[in-house]
């Protein structure tokens, strides 16, 4: 049965090139909201809703968080992160062959990385669309993230994952 959860995931995953979606973010007890463009393979761009007017793009090896209020941009390699394994399609899809799953009212993957870091994925149980995930960064926080899809396959401007440059 679990088998063909996964292969259900996997196949759903194949056919998606990217998606939008709208988040919810806990770290620390403290909740941030926003949305996201998401591109196979690692891109993202994130718009928070706060004061800060915060930004996050990550585009290949590098992820930059931006608070444009105060015109502060930081740079983070992601390189360790167990976060770059969920934006690669290809290491997505391995991580959920090679996780545990369990289900309840959603389907829970759990995958410990070589870093030994823990790694959980959800999906939607009926229809195996990604609604979040569990992880931890590289400060030990750990960071829950539930997101609900609002489109997938749809024109998305390359420009808006351009890292800016250093000043």
Known sequence: MYADEKRSIINKLLKINNFTFDFEQITRGKTETGNCFLVFDNKLKCNY??????????????????QKRYDKIYFYPISKSPFVKILSKKTLIRLIEESNLETNDNISLTYIDENKKKIEVFF????????GWKIEDEFKNEIFFSLRIQNTNIDIDNDIFKIPSIN
């Open 49 to 66: 809703i706060d004061k800060n007017q915060k930004e996050i793009i990550i585009n290949k090896k590098t992820l930059v968080v931006m």
């Open 124 to 131: 939607e149980k009926k229809d195996y669309d990604l609604i």
